[in-house]
């Protein structure tokens, strides 16, 4: 089974950025379209952006990250990242990142879709 781990998680002032990843130990990323969700507390988990397997080119964003966040592979074959700047208190939140075999993007947030979840890491913005 895919094991996935986020990190980069942390306290990061408003305006400021951090950098997600995404990255398996074992396997490749390659052959899988990820998904980033974040829940914070209170509220519904909300998928927040979409990046498709290497193959393809496309990604995807939700209009609250819009403009702020970026999904990319760089050049590491075990890992997918999220850019994230501009923070803002709002996006304080577990972050987590799923893995989906053979995804349709039509569907990238139904969280039903993904066959593979990490346990999340934090991100807090604050002053």
């Known amino acids: 089974q895919l094991q996935l781990a986020e990190s980069g998680g942390g306290l990061v002032q408003p305006g400021g950025s951090l950098t997600l990843s995404c990255a398996t130990s074992q396997y490749t990323l390659e052959y899988y379209a990820v998904g980033w969700f974040r829940q914070a507390p209170g509220k519904e988990r909300e998928g927040v952006a979409w990046i498709s397997s290497l193959e393809g080119s496309t990604t995807f964003y939700s209009d609250s990250v819009k403009g702020r966040f970026t999904s990319s592979r760089g050049n590491h074959m075990n890992a997918v990242f999220l850019k994230m700047n501009k923070l803002k208190p709002e996006d304080t939140a577990i972050y987590y990142c799923?893995?989906?075999?053979?995804?349709?993007?039509?569907?990238?947030?139904?969280?039903?879709?993904?066959?593979?979840w990490g346990q999340g890491t934090q991100v807090t913005v604050s002053t």
């Open positions: 799923a893995a989906d075999l053979f995804a349709d993007g039509s569907k990238w947030l139904r969280e039903d879709e993904y066959d593979y």
